[in-house]
């Protein structure tokens, strides 16, 4: 079966535009999570989608952040406004049940670069 | 201090050594997670654990959830183990949002 998967694998923006990350979980996994690493980083929560509860979006770093996830399934990743400090690997996540009880199942990431 | 400490921040091991990666942590936590990513950037899980001890082939992690810490051993290491181990905890209150240490990079030499 397929994985976790993202696209575009890499996206090079003007400092300015607005970009739309997408990830596509393992069907049937009803939580699904979005991370950023930043070059040299570590890991970096950003937001949590559990089944039709509200999504934990404690972790954007900014109102230029917000993502969604229709039909409990796709998710999107949408940054306005993108600037300099936005250039990370956006990675995606999913999992059956929230995180502290089952595996994550990690996608390839998107590079964002922002110039 | 930060919630979720890992040391070595690097290790450098020659093959068939056994490796240990330590992780502590300064919240309450359910479960912890190690997890591994390779040189290419893939992020696998390798363990949830909230007690005791796991195995999965070479790989053992084990909890002291007193004392706030875990350890990745690895037995005889092989170079394709060469990645950045990662230790990562549910912020208190939120099944979602992680806590990650900053990683454990590891080289086996062949």
């Known amino acids: 079966g397929a994985g976790v998967s993202q696209s575009p694998s890499n996206k090079v923006t003007e400092k300015g535009k607005d970009v739309e990350l997408r990830c596509d979980p393992i069907?049937?996994?009803?939580?699904l999570y979005w991370y950023r690493q930043s070059l040299g980083q570590g890991l970096e929560f950003l937001i949590y989608f559990q089944g039709n509860s509200a999504p934990d979006k404690s972790g954007l770093p900014s109102d230029r952040f917000s993502a969604e996830r229709t039909g409990g399934s796709v998710s999107t990743l949408t940054i306005q406004r993108t600037q300099q400090e936005d250039s990370a690997v956006y990675l995606c996540?999913?999992?059956?049940?929230?995180?502290?009880?089952?595996?994550?199942?990690f996608g390839p990431g998107t590079r964002l670069t922002v110039l | 201090k930060n919630e979720v400490e890992q040391s070595p921040q690097n290790l450098t091991a020659q093959e068939g050594e056994f490796i240990t990666i330590n992780c502590s942590y300064s919240?309450?936590?359910?479960?912890l997670h190690w997890l591994q990513q390779h040189p290419g950037g893939g992020i696998v899980s390798l363990f949830m654990l909230s007690s005791g001890k796991k195995k999965h082939g070479r790989l053992i992690a084990t909890i002291n959830i007193q004392e706030k810490h875990s350890s990745l051993h690895i037995t005889a290491s092989h170079p394709r183990d060469s990645a950045v181990y990662i230790c990562?905890?549910?912020?208190?209150?939120?099944?979602?949002?992680?806590?990650f240490g900053k990683g454990t990079k590891l080289s086996v030499k062949p």
């Open positions: 069907s049937g996994h009803t939580a």
């Open positions: 996540a999913s999992s059956f049940v929230g995180w502290a009880n089952n595996e994550q199942f």
């Open positions: 919240v309450g936590i359910s479960a």
């Open positions: 990562a905890v549910p912020r208190a209150g939120s099944q979602g949002n992680l806590i």
